[in-house]
């Protein structure tokens, strides 16, 4: 099993703040992926990595940006908070591998003001 | 447009009893299927997988079966047990570029009564 983590895991945060939600996994897994959910809905794919250097976007617009200089760590940033940004922010890590399976951290949740 | 449908929110169950969780999906190129469990404040935890090639997967308590021409999965848990309260996710994804992307459902609330 990964040992993924996050940091904060809970926010709480101004309009207008810079913020930026870490993630760092340890078991030298290649992919990383970043969801957004809101309470009752699905989990939604905002970033993904491929690996050092390799940042995509998801399925879901998200005005957050993200880096993966190193393999273990994955952070995602947002520039200028705003209350729409208010979630619960969602790390995961997985092989690479076909039909791997995705290992998610605690989560971050986020509350704008 | 869901591609991936758990039309009940929650599920109520006594405790030794048997959870049926249901899953639907209408994308036909998804070729394989994630459970996964949700406690409050923590993150997603793995719980079973099947690939369409299958018709049922299970690891002990836990069975996944797969009905591909219906489209349907579903989750069954026997017995089931107070600690099986949680949120479960039924998740789905497809081979080939873009297989890294799980789409998943809006989750259904378990509850196991003592």
């Known amino acids: 099993e990964a040992d993924i983590y996050q940091t904060p895991r809970y926010l709480v945060i101004g309009t207008g703040k810079k913020i930026t939600l870490e993630c760092s996994q340890t078991m030298g897994h290649d992919k990383m992926y970043w969801y957004q959910q809101d309470p009752g809905m699905e989990l939604h794919l905002i970033h993904y990595s491929y690996g050092v250097n390799s940042t995509e976007k998801g399925d879901l617009s998200s005005e957050s940006t993200v880096s993966r200089i190193r393999t273990e760590h994955f952070p995602l940033t947002l520039e200028s908070a705003r209350p729409s940004h208010t979630s619960q922010y969602l790390c995961a890590s997985s092989t690479g591998q076909v039909r791997e399976t995705q290992y998610f951290g605690p989560g971050t949740r986020l509350l704008v003001l | 447009d869901q591609q991936v449908k758990q039309n009940s929110p929650s599920l109520s169950v006594q405790e030794g009893r048997i959870s049926i969780l249901n899953c639907d999906y209408t994308?036909?190129?998804?070729?394989?299927f994630l459970w996964y469990k949700k406690y409050p404040a923590e993150g997603p935890t793995f719980l079973i997988s099947i690939s369409s090639i299958k018709d049922k997967n299970e690891d002990g308590r836990f069975t996944v079966f797969l009905n591909k021409s219906a489209k349907h999965l579903s989750l069954h848990i026997v017995p089931s047990q107070p600690g099986d309260s949680a949120v479960y996710f039924c998740?789905?994804?497809?081979?080939?570029?873009?297989?890294?992307?799980?789409?998943f459902g809006k989750g259904m609330k378990l509850t196991v009564n003592p």
């Open positions: 998740a789905a994804s497809s081979t080939g570029r873009g297989s890294e992307k799980l789409v």
């Open positions: 994308n036909s190129m998804f070729d394989y």
